[in-house]
């Protein structure tokens, strides 16, 4: 989950506590402003420098410098009050540091929806209305490949009778008064964390169209739509750790040190729910959770209101969990058979081959009982997997015998024998999976991630990135095209009842076969 950063009740505060307040988060601005002014002056300085033939060395330092300016204009973005428009500071003055919004290009198809009055009479005294004029806005709006401007036309009219004017409502946005549609902001959502695109690359990309957005813009759209989602994501945490049994695996993920621009290892956590293997119907979800480091209070943090199996590695961080009794470990094959198919490849090992090919017949199991009841699957492996896992424990600790306690092959027996009991859970309990594959495959796109940014620009970035993560990695495991499921979402959440926030998960979004909702899905 997000870690919350909320102001404190202020029905609550007196008077110097208040102003107090203002001038902390004042001060803050401030600060922020000056570092991202110096960090566009130390990049353009380094883009001077490079002339000729670029030093990868610079280039490098170039790219993480936008990386950071990108992640503090997203943060000042993500804490900036709703009602205050792109271009206003805390105290309501224009900010002379922030570009001026250009008018949309006229190159761009234009697409009118026109807003009439539903009304044949003057609401007041039931006079005739007549046209006054009309009220004309514009939303940049991002479909499939292309852009194109929705020019939202309110007609004006007035009560020839009393002069009463009447207009239909102006139609809501995501981010409120902002230019953006939800079109745009889900492909830039999807661009940033599901694509691995940073957000001054997409600058780039959307200049060469023709179609210019400040990377400052962009980092406002991020963070007001990071901040419009949030009630979301935590319906999605509750949704899966409700369940009996969770997949949970972490990754490492460089972060920004602030204030000597080097760089510290942060973690994202995923909490895998998915019993569809065990022809259970309950939606498949998964929540990603960001800490500055790996210490094992996190996941107990995550975890402190979950009971039932934890499918996992043999991470120590995960071993306390298992004290009290309310979480049971339930080890992974996948695991134990890496150990020994790296010994395969590396050395080409007989006894590692001969572990792999036992290790195969029990997943050759698991591939004909996937998607049956628990009942069934349990009676399966009990009379078909547990001989061959008895038969498998007595060859490892016959050949942990015959070889040299210092090798490698006995390194990866001792590995298997150590975590025995976890291994063979899953014969027990036919919710169970032999591996934690399904944690492992939600991490994917943050490996990838890792490789385009280099880094997250801070912890707050870090916790932003999980939480779209969870909302990208839950609609694909629910055939969603996260893209447009991101859209629909930002069609509706901002004058959606946030007592029904569950509506709009991706399982209880009404979708039409022949929807884009539901078009291809790329892991």
Not at 372 to 378: D, I, L, N, V, W
Not at 384 to 412: D, F, N
Not at 464 to 484: D, F, M, V
Request: with cysteine; aromatic share 6%; glycine share 6%.
């Amino acid at each position: 989950m997000v870690a919350a950063r909320t102001l404190p009740d202020l029905d609550q505060l007196d008077a110097e506590a208040l102003k107090a307040l203002l001038i902390a988060t004042h001060e803050q601005l401030l600060s922020h402003q000056s570092e991202i002014e110096h960090l566009k002056l130390l990049i353009a300085k380094l883009r001077r420098m490079q002339f000729g033939r670029k030093s990868e060395k610079l280039a490098q330092q170039i790219e993480q410098l936008e990386l950071k300016l990108e992640e503090l204009e997203t943060a000042k973005a993500n804490r900036a009050p709703q009602h205050l428009t792109s271009s206003e500071t805390p105290s309501g003055q224009t900010s002379s540091t922030k570009p001026a919004r250009k008018p949309l290009p006229e190159h761009l198809p234009r697409e009118v929806e026109t807003h009439e009055v539903k009304l044949d009479a003057c609401p007041d005294c039931g006079g005739r209305l007549r046209k006054l004029g009309e009220d004309v806005s514009e939303v940049l709006e991002y479909v499939p490949e292309h852009f194109k401007v929705i020019r939202h036309v309110r007609p004006k009219l007035s009560c020839a009778g009393c002069e009463r004017i009447v207009q239909a409502p102006a139609p809501s946005r995501p981010i409120e008064r902002g230019m953006a549609g939800p079109g745009l902001l889900a492909h830039v959502l999807v661009a940033k964390y599901g694509d691995h695109l940073p957000l001054y690359r997409q600058s780039e990309m959307y200049a060469r169209g023709g179609v210019e957005l400040e990377r400052s813009t962009l980092a406002d759209w991020v963070g007001g739509a990071s901040r419009l989602l949030a009630p979301l994501v935590e319906a999605i945490s509750h949704h899966v750790l409700a369940a009996a049994k969770l997949h949970a695996d972490d990754t490492p993920v460089p972060v920004l040190s602030p204030g000597n621009g080097k760089t510290k290892t942060g973690r994202l956590w995923t909490y895998v729910r998915d019993d569809r293997p065990a022809g259970d119907s309950a939606p498949a979800a998964v929540w990603f959770a960001y800490s500055p480091d790996r210490r094992g209070e996190h996941p107990r943090q995550h975890l402190r209101n979950f009971h039932g199996f934890l499918q996992a590695d043999a991470y120590a961080g995960f071993h306390h969990l298992y004290d009290g009794g309310d979480i049971q470990e339930a080890a992974c094959w996948a695991h134990a058979r890496r150990k020994f198919y790296e010994l395969q490849v590396a050395h080409a090992s007989p006894m590692a081959a001969a572990a792999i090919e036992r290790i195969a017949a029990l997943y050759a199991i698991e591939s004909e009982i996937r998607g049956r009841p628990p009942e069934e699957r349990a009676e399966i492996r009990n009379t078909r997997a547990r001989p061959l896992l008895e038969s498998l424990h007595a060859w490892l600790e016959t050949t942990l015998t015959q070889v040299s306690r210092k090798s490698e092959i006995a390194a990866a027996i001792r590995y298997a024998l150590s975590r025995w009991r976890a291994l063979l859970r899953y014969c027990d309990d036919g919710r169970l999976e032999i591996d934690n594959n399904a944690a492992e495959r939600s991490l994917r796109a943050v490996v990838l991630g890792r490789k385009n940014y280099l880094f997250a620009g801070s912890d707050a970035g870090g916790e932003r990135a999980a939480a779209i993560y969870s909302l990208i990695g839950t609609a694909k495991l629910n055939g969603l095209n996260p893209e447009a499921y991101l859209r629909y979402v930002l069609e509706h959440i901002a004058e959606h009842p946030i007592n029904r926030i569950d509506e709009l998960l991706p399982w209880n979004i009404p979708v039409d076969p022949s929807s884009p909702l539901t078009s291809e899905v790329h892991s």
